[in-house]
């Protein structure tokens, strides 16, 4: 009578870890944290001036000057130095106070 207890018990915690398991499984996917990069910011564009920064910081070499302010800017995807001087559009992800570009376009 033990060894049916204890075979039931066992039995019990396989079918629940296998749901348990399916479970977090579907929350994974539905929240996209599945092993691709999700963001936790939506994207930003800004147009300015890219220059390059007066001191080069860990984060970003270069700045876009846009309405007297300015942003930090970094990618990993374009050489910004092709675009120093010029007037672009910039559309990337911020964080804290550099945004990490994707796409640079030229600006009319």
């Not at 001036?49 to 930090?72: C, I, M, N, R, Y």
């Not at 106070?97 to 994707?102: K, S, W």
Request: hydrophobic share 35%; aromatic share 12%.
């Amino acid at each position: 009578m033990k060894a049916v207890f204890i075979l039931f018990f066992v039995a019990l915690l396989g079918i629940g870890g296998y749901f348990g398991y399916q479970y977090l499984l579907s929350q994974s996917l539905k929240t996209g944290t599945t092993g691709s990069q999700s963001y936790k910011s939506e994207a930003m564009t800004k147009t300015g001036t890219l220059q390059k920064a007066p001191v080069a910081s860990s984060d970003f070499e270069h700045v876009l000057l846009s309405e007297g302010k300015s942003v930090g800017v970094t990618s990993y995807k374009v050489n910004l130095d092709d675009y120093v001087g010029k007037k672009v559009t910039i559309t990337g992800q911020p964080s804290g106070t550099t945004l990490y570009a994707d796409t640079v376009v030229l600006a009319k």
